[in-house]
C-alpha cells in the first residue's frame, strides 16, 4: 500500500550501509549504523513539521491554566465550555488543529520507513542470500534481523555477548532494547501529553490509560518483531524526546514562534 513510499527508504538505506561498509566492525554493524542514520536524517527532513507540532503544543501549555479556570466556571455547561474555548483561542489567534496536521502527514512516511525495517530484503537488499551473509550486529544484538531474544538453531541466543564478552540476562531473558523502546515511548508519551488540556475526568483517566497501553503495546511489538525495528524506534524517540524539550524550554514565546 505505501510502497511508493518504502522503495526510495529502502535505496536510502541502502545507499548510507554502502556508504558506511567500511567502518562495519564486530560490535556495530553497517546494517545497525546505516539504519541509525537514515532515521536522523528522515526525522531532519520531517523536522519543519514536528517543530510546528511541538510549538503547537507549547502554545497550549501556556493557555492551559486560562483553559482550566473555563473549565472550572462552565464544566457543567459542556456548550458554553466549548465556545469560550474556541473564543480564548481566537483571542491568542491559536487553532488547535495546529499540532494535528503535521502528525497526519508524519504518519505514512514513519508507516512505510517500519515496513522498509521489517522487510529489508525486499526494499533494501532484493537478495535474500545477500542479506542473510552481512553483519547485522547491534552492541549485545548478534542480528537485527530476528527479535531481540531469538534462539537460533545451533542454541545460541541472539543479544547474548558483546565482542566475544557473555551478557548473561541482557537480551536474551531481558530485551533491553525492547525495554529501552518501550520506555523511550512512554517519555513522549508523557511529554506530549503534558501541553494537552483535558476536559473531565474521564478524558484524563482515558489519557492515562494510553500513556500507560503505547509504552506496553510498542515493547510486545519489539519482542515480536526484528530488533532492527526496536532499534529504529528508538532512535527515532531519542531524537523527538530531545527536540521536543529544546523547544519546550527554548525562551522563545510560542505565539511569536507560531508565526
Known amino acids: 500500500m505505501l510502497d511508493f513510499i518504502a522503495v526510495p527508504i529502502g535505496m536510502l538505506v541502502k545507499l548510507l550501509y554502502n556508504m558506511v561498509l567500511v567502518v562495519d566492525t564486530e560490535i556495530l554493524s553497517a546494517y545497525a549504523i546505516s539504519i541509525i542514520l537514515s532515521t536522523i536524517i528522515f526525522k531532519l527532513v520531517l523536522m519543519p513539521l514536528t517543530l510546528k507540532q511541538t510549538k503547537s503544543m507549547k502554545k497550549m501549555q501556556e493557555l492551559n491554566p486560562q483553559i482550566k479556570e473555563l473549565q472550572e466556571k ?3 455547561d459542556p456548550q458554553t465550555l466549548q465556545r469560550k474555548q474556541m473564543e ?3 483571542e491568542a489567534n491559536y487553532s488547535p488543529f495546529t499540532g494535528c496536521l503535521p502528525m497526519l502527514l508524519q504518519f505514512p512516511i514513519l508507516i512505510a520507513f517500519f515496513y522498509v525495517l521489517r522487510e529489508p530484503v525486499k526494499f533494501i537488499f ?3 542470500a545477500y542479506f542473510d551473509t552481512i553483519n547485522k550486529t547491534f552492541l549485545w544484538i548478534s542480528d537485527l534481523g530476528f527479535t531481540e531474544n531469538y534462539v537460533f538453531s545451533d542454541g545460541i541466543v541472539n543479544g547474548l555477548s558483546m565482542g566475544g564478552i557473555e551478557l548473561p540476562f541482557i537480551g536474551a531473558a531481558v530485551p ?6 518501550g520506555f523511550t515511548t512512554y517519555l513522549t508519551t508523557k511529554m506530549t501529553s503534558a501541553g494537552q488540556p483535558t476536559v473531565n ?12 497501553m ?3 503495546m510498542i ?3 519489539s519482542i515480536q518483531f526484528p530488533s532492527g525495528l526496536a532499534l529504529y524506534w528508538v532512535v527515532s524517540n531519542i531524537f523527538q524526546a530531545v527536540q521536543q524539550y529544546v523547544i519546550m524550554n527554548s525562551s522563545k514565546r510560542p505565539k511569536e514562534e507560531l508565526k
Open 74 to 76: 462552565y464544566g457543567k
Open 201 to 212: 475526568e474521564q478524558q484524563q483517566s482515558t489519557q492515562k490509560t494510553m500513556n500507560m
Open 88 to 90: 480564548l483561542y481566537k
Open 176 to 181: 533491553i532494547l525492547a525495554v529501552i523502546s
Open 214 to 216: 503505547m509504552p506496553i
Open 219 to 221: 515493547f510486545i511489538f
Open 126 to 128: 532484493q537478495d535474500q
